[in-house]
């Protein structure tokens, strides 16, 4: 993909002056709050240098192996006799998206740009914000927590801002955490009573908490009635009425 600004040319046929590696990867997703790496390929260099370039600003990031910011989460890397100059950038924020140029100090100067793009860990609730379930079924709530730059040390669940006791006396209340790129935590609270009705927290230790409203009623709630396995009201009324509509249908033949 050839890319054009106002301080740039594009970057030339590859032949023996020196050029980029355009087979390198130009797309990079960073988290928040962990190293990221841009990396380009340079071939052929010669006497000539290699510089980063932020595109919003026009800002010198590094020459060489030397870096030109007073943001010190910027950092040039190069080991000698190899291809490859890379821009390491620490803690990196959401506000550091964007498009890096990779230069090559020929006249004019020659770039290749790579976009990079930081996303925050992000926590959810399945079926929020408010969960609906019969007195005496399992309320089952899943968080998954997505983009965080490790999986959580810790989930804390809590009912009404009181972190939830898993040996109380009322029993009956499990978790089950999956770690992975994904992790995800299921609270499963058997034999719900209306007491157990409240706001329910996912807060994981690296991660925005997320929450959802549990209403357990006596009967069904028309027209928003869920139920901790994620039927509904409707998946089980719907056979009732076609028998109706059948029978309807034989008297009035």
């Known amino acids: 993909r050839n890319f054009r600004t106002d301080f740039l040319e594009e970057w030339p046929t590859p032949g023996t002056g020196p050029h980029f590696d355009t087979s390198m990867q130009s797309n990079f997703t960073g988290l928040v709050g962990k190293t990221v790496h841009l990396v380009c390929k340079v071939k052929n260099l010669g006497n000539r240098t290699v510089s980063w370039v932020r595109?919003?600003?026009i800002h010198l990031l590094t020459v060489g192996r030397y870096t030109y910011?007073?943001?010190?989460?910027?950092?040039?890397?190069?080991?000698?006799?190899?291809?490859?100059?890379?821009?390491?950038?620490?803690?990196?924020?959401?506000?550091?998206?964007?498009?890096?140029?990779c230069q090559i100090s020929t006249t004019p100067p020659i770039g290749h740009p790579v976009y990079l793009t930081i996303v925050e860990p992000i926590t959810i609730i399945i079926g929020a914000p408010d969960l609906f379930v019969?007195?005496?079924?399992?309320?089952?709530?899943?968080?998954?927590v997505k983009y965080a730059?490790?999986?959580?040390?810790?989930?804390?669940?809590?009912?009404?801002?009181?972190?939830?006791?898993?040996?109380?006396?009322?029993?009956?209340?499990?978790?089950v955490t999956e770690k992975g790129p994904e992790t995800t935590s299921r609270l499963m609270i058997q034999k719900a009573v209306p007491s157990d009705s409240g706001i329910y927290t996912c807060e994981?230790?690296?991660a925005n908490p997320s929450s959802i409203k549990v209403h357990v009623v006596n009967e069904e709630h028309p027209a928003a009635m869920h139920h901790g396995d994620g039927s509904s009201s409707?998946?089980?009324a719907w056979p009732i009425c076609f028998i109706i509509l059948i029978i309807l249908n034989v008297i009035f033949i």
């Not at 005496?136 to 998954?144: D, F, K, P, R």
């Not at 804390?156 to 009956?172: A, C, K, L």
């Open 234 to 236: 409707y998946a089980r």
């Open 134 to 144: 019969n007195k005496g079924s399992t309320i089952n709530l899943t968080c998954v």
């Open 149 to 175: 730059p490790e999986p959580p040390p810790m989930m804390i669940w809590s009912h009404n801002t009181e972190v939830i006791n898993f040996d109380s006396p009322r029993g009956g209340i499990s978790l």
């Open 69 to 101: 910011t007073s943001d010190q989460r910027f950092e040039a890397q190069h080991f000698p006799h190899t291809e490859e100059w890379t821009l390491r950038i620490r803690y990196p924020q959401r506000k550091d998206s964007g498009i890096y140029e």
């Open 204 to 206: 994981p230790s690296n």
């Open 55 to 57: 595109h919003r600003d």
